[in-house]
């Protein structure tokens, strides 16, 4: 089993619609989640970052995590073309300082 | 804020020479930065983490004397790939992790490097 997993898509989603992506990890003492997101040929950049059950907003996107189920989830409303890149979740795990993460998820956003 | 700077962004050398890539913190102080590699179509690897005035810890597989990693100062690792290969052509990145704020973790632009 992989420390981090997630579904590699690609997830399509029409424009304006909620795109859905989902996380589960290994370690249940993990205490940071992060969601990170890579277009083609860039570096990844910090979208959100989570450490509480429970649902975080930031604008369009708002992550869910339930700690008792070991997923973290991200939820991506009134999806745009822009928003077509791969989804990264990583994870600290408990006692560590470094991230570990998921393959990533593609998400296709068509007009 | 928590801007993190790599240079150069792309560098093409050939076989046998060393390349030194730098990767700063513009606008925050990291006691910790970490280094990735990155193969096409494929996540993201992490090589090793550097820690401000002390030896760089480095993942299994990787190869201490070949990656040299030096972080002098709380703004500043450098990686230097050593008689470099073709089969160490990637894209390079690094990430600076911000103390202030938690454990969040912020990435350079990448360096892409080819080694003819």
């Known amino acids: 089993q992989k420390e981090v997993e997630q579904n590699s898509g690609p997830l399509s989603v029409p424009e304006g619609a909620i795109a859905s992506l989902n996380c589960t990890y290994s370690?249940?003492?993990?205490?940071?989640f992060f969601w990170y997101r890579q277009y083609s040929g860039k570096s990844p950049e910090l979208i959100m970052f989570?450490?509480?059950?429970g649902d975080k907003e930031d604008g369009r996107f708002t992550a869910q995590l339930n700690k008792a189920s070991q997923y973290v989830s991200l939820l991506i409303r009134d999806s745009q073309p822009s928003d077509s890149a791969t989804y990264l979740c990583?994870?600290?795990?408990?006692?560590?300082?470094?991230?570990?993460f998921g393959g990533g998820t593609r998400v296709l956003v068509k007009p | 804020g928590a801007v993190v700077s790599q240079h150069p962004s792309w560098v093409i050398c050939k076989s046998g020479t060393s390349v030194k890539i730098e990767c700063r913190s513009l606008?925050?102080?990291?006691?910790?930065m970490f280094w990735y590699r990155q193969f096409p179509k494929q996540s993201l690897m992490l090589m090793a983490t550097?820690?401000?005035?002390?030896?760089?810890?480095?993942e299994q597989g990787v190869e201490k004397d070949k990656f040299l990693i030096n972080h002098a100062s709380l703004t500043l690792s450098t990686l230097t790939v050593t008689s470099a290969h073709p089969e160490d052509s990637s894209f390079y990145i690094c990430?600076?992790?911000?103390?202030?704020?938690?454990?969040?973790?912020?990435f350079g632009p990448g360096t892409r490097l080819l080694v003819l």
């Open positions: 990430s600076a992790r911000n103390s202030g704020r938690a454990e969040t973790q912020y």
């Open positions: 370690d249940r003492g993990s205490q940071s």
């Open positions: 989570i450490y509480s059950n």
């Open positions: 990583a994870v600290i795990k408990a006692a560590g300082n470094k991230l570990t």
């Open positions: 606008d925050f102080q990291a006691t910790t």
């Open positions: 550097s820690n401000e005035g002390s030896k760089a810890t480095y």
